[in-house]
């Protein structure tokens, strides 16, 4: 199975994210449950958070 990569990442508020596809599917991401837990936390730092890049590879955002 192929997978979509990631073209662009853009955030849409403090706890949401656009992602574009290269397949032309566009899709919104809510973290607000991931930043409960303690590995995600230091995105709840919103200058952290909206310096969001797309992975080299376009599999993840980092």
Do not use: C
Not at 29 to 48: R, T, V
């Amino acid at each position: 199975m192929t997978y979509p990569k990631i073209q662009s990442a853009k955030v849409i508020d403090s706890h949401t994210l656009l992602i574009e596809f290269n397949n032309n599917e566009t899709k919104q991401y809510g973290i607000s449950l991931l930043l409960e837990k303690e590995m995600f936390a230091p995105l709840q730092d919103y200058a952290l958070f909206k310096s969001v890049q797309v992975e080299q590879g376009g599999y993840a955002v980092v």
